[in-house]
C-alpha cells in the first residue's frame, strides 16, 4: 500500500510540472504529425514532447548554475524516452521530435522554432573543436531518420537533411542535404513549405550519377559505332 501511495506521489508531481509546459507545445505535434489523433493522446504518450518539457526544465536549472540538478533531471528523461538533450542544449517553440528513440541532442546546439526531428538524429560533435561544438539549426528546419548533423556549423532556415545524410559543413537556406557525406541541393532558392515532412521525394546523387554515368556511355557507344562505319 505504501508503495502505491508513493508512485501516485511522484505521478502528481510529474504531471503538475509537465502539464503547463506540455499545453504549450501540443500544438506543433497535432499540426505536423498524421498518426496524432487527439491532444489527451499526444499529452501522455508521445515520448517527443515528454523529452522536450524535460528539457525545458534541465535547461532552466541549467542557466541558474544547478548544473547537477540540470543533469539530472535531463538523465532521468533520457531514461524515461530514450532521447538524449543536453540541458545546455537552446531549443526555441514548436519543436517536434517525431517517434524519437535514439536522438541526441549536445550541449552547445541550438535549434530555431518549428524544427522538426525523427528519430536517430545527432545534433553531434567532431570531438575536435572546444567551446560551440555543436551545429546551430534556424528555423523550419527538417531533420530525417537517422541524418547526423556534426560540428559548430549553421544549417539555413527552411533546409532539409535527408534521412541517413551525415552532414559536416554549413548549409545555406532553403537547401536540402543528402549523402554521406551530406551535398547540398539548392531548390531554386523558393522557401521551402515549414510543414513539409516528405523524406522521400528528394533528389539522390547517386541515382544522379548513375544517370550522368549512363549518358556518357551512350554517347561513346555512338561515337565507336560511328566510327566503325
Known amino acids: ?17 509537465y502539464t503547463p509546459v506540455a499545453l504549450m507545445e501540443i500544438s506543433s505535434v497535432m499540426q505536423r504529425d498524421p498518426a496524432a489523433r487527439s491532444k489527451i493522446e499526444v499529452f501522455f504518450l508521445y515520448t517527443g514532447l515528454h523529452a522536450l518539457v524535460f528539457h525545458r526544465y534541465a535547461h532552466f536549472f541549467y542557466n541558474c548554475r544547478l548544473k547537477f540538478l540540470a543533469r539530472l533531471i535531463s538523465q ?37 522554432d518549428n524544427c522538426t526531428l525523427y528519430q536517430g538524429v545527432t545534433l553531434g560533435g567532431t570531438g575536435k573543436d572546444k567551446g560551440k561544438r555543436h551545429p546551430t539549426l534556424g528555423d523550419n528546419v527538417m531533420i530525417g531518420s537517422g541524418a547526423k548533423v556534426l560540428g559548430p556549423f549553421a544549417v539555413g532556415s527552411n533546409s532539409k537533411i535527408a534521412a541517413n545524410a551525415v552532414v559536416l559543413s554549413e548549409v545555406p537556406e532553403n537547401s536540402t542535404c543528402v549523402g554521406v557525406p551530406a551535398r547540398i541541393v539548392k531548390i531554386n532558392n523558393k522557401r521551402i513549405d515549414p510543414i513539409d515532412l516528405d523524406q522521400i521525394h528528394i533528389p539522390d546523387p547517386t541515382s544522379q550519377e548513375i544517370c550522368r554515368l549512363n549518358k556518357k556511355i551512350d554517347d561513346l557507344t555512338k561515337k565507336i559505332d560511328e566510327l566503325s562505319k
Request: a negative charge.
Open 1 to 17: 500500500m505504501i508503495f502505491l501511495y508513493c508512485v501516485a506521489a511522484v505521478l502528481i508531481l510529474h504531471y503538475a510540472f
Open 76 to 112: 532521468y528523461g533520457k531514461f524515461l524516452t530514450g532521447i538524449e538533450i543536453h540541458p545546455g542544449a537552446t531549443i526555441g517553440k514548436g519543436l517536434f521530435i517525431d517517434h524519437g528513440t535514439g536522438v541526441v541532442i549536445g550541449e552547445t546546439a541550438v535549434i530555431g
